[in-house]
């Protein structure tokens, strides 16, 4: 007989079915308990929450494991390319040569954006946040795709937004750049590779031959298979939840790019440098700081530490820890705030507040550090996660639509007044 739990109520008990996932994590099926008993579930913040059966993304945050569709993380961020990586979230295999070299083609050939976008991104401000640019232009597209709009188009329509979507990130990330400086776009060229391509148009100037630093390259390519996806984390669970109203790909990803912004989430990253550089100008006491974390009565968190899900070292944050270290020597690059970060690392883990909450460094612990040597300016790291999350999203949407999801609505413990009789006091 299959696994049941129990859950009694005022005296009667009510069995509900537990199911198992692939990897051994168990969950109560609690769909019919409001049916069956009038009540609900009440869990602020979903920390114990599964909202869908997904085969896109495994971790075991207790263990520091992270696998795509089964394949370790280690072993794709040192053999695969990001466009695999996509490939394989998206698609759910690995592609063959054939197949690869299509849906490379494919992007190659949808890398460049429609000139009218332009003049929307002429309409912001140059010190417009990039992150809002992003997600404003993302949507846009609904604009230019507006068969992308239809909750009922083919297979091979939402392919095309799909393709549409992953060539054009770029070129937006790098346009909304270029845009914050004042300066002209630059467009595609499709004979470098994805990565090669985002650098040529984020650092080339019209003054000057630009020639791509395979070491940035292929840093760059490493951070943002680590970033791909993530399971069901605020942004895509977002992505999801729009999606699940049957939403546009390009709305829901739009969706996903904001929630992605705020400091708790993707924002950490800037906020990490952010700190590590305040850290080095208040003269570079770790303590110090470590204790500020630790004071309930200081608002101080410190950024790129803590994870709802890890309670372990990411496995993200190991890779890129190495990867600093490789970088900054490859380039050449000194960066102090690297030595503040390790001791600030060092003096965390060993403080008995960190270890007993199982605070460990989080992916963007270091990657700032990273982007910042490959030349990205600060207020560009979010927007570097979101263009390394994509695909993450991307293959969260297509999986909901395939699964046929319904519409995600969760409910809610009301605790407002009740009964008021109206009393006029303002004039209509
Ligand atoms: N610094 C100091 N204390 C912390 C930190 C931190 N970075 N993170 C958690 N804590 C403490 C909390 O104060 C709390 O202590 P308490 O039990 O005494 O009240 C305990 O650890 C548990 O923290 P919660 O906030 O309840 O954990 P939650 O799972 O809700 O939050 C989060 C996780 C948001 C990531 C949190 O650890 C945090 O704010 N970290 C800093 C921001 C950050 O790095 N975000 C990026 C996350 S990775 C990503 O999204 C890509």
């Not at 075991?60 to 466009?83: N, T």
């Not at 346009?175 to 090669?196: E, F, H, M, Q, T």
């Not at 942004?235 to 790019?257: D, E, K, P």
């Amino acid at each position: 007989m299959s696994k049941q739990a129990e859950i009694i109520i005022e005296g009667k008990s009510y069995q509900f079915p537990v199911i198992e996932g692939t990897e051994n994590e168990k969950a109560i099926d609690i769909s019919k308990l409001r049916d069956l008993t009038g009540h609900i579930t009440y869990d602020i913040g979903y920390k114990n929450t599964g909202v869908t059966k997904s085969a896109i993304t495994y971790l075991d945050g207790e263990e520091g494991i992270l696998k795509y569709r089964g394949y370790p993380i280690e072993q794709l961020a040192e053999k695969s390319s990001f466009l695999e990586v996509a490939y394989l979230l998206i698609y759910g295999k690995l592609p063959t040569a054939e197949q690869f070299k299509n849906f490379d083609t494919s992007i190659d050939r949808h890398s460049m954006i429609h000139e009218d976008v332009k003049k929307i991104l002429d309409g912001f401000p140059s010190y417009a946040h990039p992150m809002g640019v992003l997600s404003s232009l993302v949507c846009s597209l609904t604009a230019f795709y507006p068969e992308s709009l239809d909750p009922n188009q083919t297979e091979e329509q939402v392919d095309n937004s799909i393709i549409r979507l992953i060539a054009k990130m770029p070129t937006m990330v790098a346009w909304a750049y270029k845009k914050s400086k004042g300066r002209p776009v630059n467009y595609p060229i499709n004979d470098l590779d994805y990565c090669s391509n985002f650098l040529h148009m984020m650092f080339a100037n019209p003054t000057e031959k630009y020639i791509v630093d395979p070491v940035v390259s292929a840093a760059l390519n490493t951070l943002l298979i680590l970033h791909a996806d993530h399971e069901q984390n605020c942004s895509t669970s977002t992505v999801r939840i729009v999606g699940s109203s049957q939403a546009s790909l390009f709305g829901s990803v739009s969706a996903g790019i904001n929630a992605l912004w705020g400091p708790l989430h993707g924002g950490a990253n800037q906020e990490v440098i952010e700190m590590l550089d305040a850290i080095k100008a208040d003269g570079g006491d770790v303590q110090k700081w470590v204790a500020k974390a630790k004071d309930k009565n200081d608002p101080f968190r410190l950024m790129g530490f803590g994870h709802r899900v890890y309670k372990n070292f990411d496995p993200r944050a190991r890779i890129i820890k190495k990867a600093c270290d490789d970088i900054l020597g490859k380039l050449g690059v000194s960066d102090p705030v690297l030595d503040i970060a390790k001791e600030l690392e060092h003096a965390a883990l060993t403080d008995q507040y960190f270890v007993e909450r199982k605070l460990y460094p989080n992916v963007d612990f270091y990657s700032g550090i990273i982007y910042r040597a490959l030349g990205i300016p600060v207020n560009m790291f979010t927007v570097m996660f979101a263009l390394g999350r994509l695909p993450g999203w991307i293959a969260q949407w297509k999986e909901l639509r395939e699964n046929k999801e319904p519409i995600g609505r969760p409910r809610q413990i009301y605790t407002g007044e009740t009964d008021r009789d109206y009393v006029e006091m303002n004039k209509r």
